[in-house]
Structures are given as C-alpha cells and as structure tokens.
C-alpha cells in the first residue's frame, strides 16, 4: 500500500478535498441491498453517510489513526446509526470479513494507493470473493490527461470556525516510467500567526489509464455494468479526469 499518515493528521483531512459522491454512493448501496463495505474508509465520511441511510455498513483502513478518527465521528452519532457501523483495521488485498456484501465501493480514487500489478489483481479477487450474489464493486479513479515527468508544490489553506487556519503544503514528482507519483504534504495548525502544530502525510500512487483497468477488470472476472465521468451519472467520455466504474463478477 502507498500511504503513510502521522498521527494528527487525520484531524484535518476531509478538511481539503471535498467530494460530492455521497449521494452516489447511497443510491448504489440502497439499489443493491444487503449489507455494504467501504475499503480506505479514512475517517468514515462516507460510511457514516451510508449507515444513516439505514445501510449496515462496514469498513476497513490500513491506517490505526484514521480508525481511531473514524471511532470518533462514530461516536457522536445517534445509537442506531452507531449500530450499523462496524470498523477494522486491514487492507483490499488480503482482509477478511465472515460476510458477504451487496456492495463494495472503493471511493476517494484509494484504489490507486495499490502500487503492485499482483497485488491490484489479489485485491480485486479478495473483492469477488465477499460479494453476495448480484452484488456489485463500484470505485473511482483518477486520470491523468497526459502522463509526462512532472514535479512542484501547492499550498491550500482553510480557516477553522475558530479563526485559526490549516495550511496544506505538498511537494509531488510524477515517474511517467513507473506510473506512480509520489506526494508529500505537511498540515500546518496556525493559531494567532504562530504555527502550533504540524502533521505530515505522505503517499505514492498509481496513475492507471481506462484501457489498464478494463484489462485488470476482465482479466480478475469482473464486467463492468455503468462507466461514468462524474458521481452525477455523467456518462464517461474520453478526456475526463475522473472515471467512476460500476462492475459485477461475470459469473453469478
């Protein structure tokens, strides 16, 4: 896997970034029944969605500290939305669950932290082998428009409720010969002019193309149902920068 993050820093991620899929996300969950689960489930932005839709969702992270931030927004729930959420510490390659599931989303473009060709293809078969039948694995990706050497900064900043700010800085070196881009960010907690905290992430990524996918897809026995450009049904067209895949096993 290809993501480190320093405890801390789980504070102030969903902080950047913001996503418009929930809606998507539910609509899948609830279209396919049964129970759902989110891999890279982060902070359980998503899963929370999910479990107050009346979704009885699981989720599984590498990262302890994302865990520990996802047990705490869990926490301030109402106690039947708590009920329905079940968290565990594993990764999409080899984890384990004693269930089967109408839908397994891998959303945040998080597939792409898979680096290895081997193990991109051992998670999308542990995948299969926890759905139930009919059920379907939906995910999002990032495109690259052109993949050339690339490498620079960027800083965002967000002003808390509290009038401090959070500063992201990241440094990132794109390896076209690889396919992988390495991301280093720093999370600045600035109170008063005075930088109080700092935190830092870092990550590699793979920079997959559509044909890749729909190789890796058929060759670990998936067919894919609906290819969009968006979260909003936006069919998928040539160029986008994010693709969003619904699939199946070919065999149920």
Known sequence: MGASYQEGAERF??????KDDVEFYVEQAKRNGGKALELGVGTARLAIQLARAGVETWGIDTSQHMLNAAEKNIAEE?????????MALGNAVDFRLPHKFGIICFPSCSFDHILDAA????????IK?????????????????ELKTDRGWFVQRK???????VIRSGYRVTRPEKRLMSLD????????????ERFYEGSDVYIHDVEGVRTLL???????????GDHH??????????????TRPKKQ
Do not use: C
């Not at 002003?159 to 700010?165: E, I, W």
């Not at 960010?185 to 600035?190: F, G, L, N």
């Open 13 to 18: 991620y969903d902080l950047f970034g913001e």
């Open 78 to 86: 109402d106690p039947e939305t708590q009920g329905r959420l079940h």
């Open 119 to 126: 193990d991109q293809r051992a998670a999308l078969l542990n």
């Open 129 to 145: 082998k926890h759905l139930a039948p009919g059920g379907h694995y939906v995910f999002d990706l990032y495109l690259a428009k």
């Open 159 to 165: 002003t808390l409720q509290d009038g401090a700010m």
């Open 185 to 196: 960010m720093w999370y600045d907690h600035v109170v008063d002019g005075l930088v109080a």
């Open 218 to 228: 058929d060759e670990t026995g998936y067919m894919i149902v609906e290819m969009y």
């Open 233 to 246: 049904g936006k069919p998928y067209k040539e160029g986008d920068g994010l693709i969003v895949f619904v």
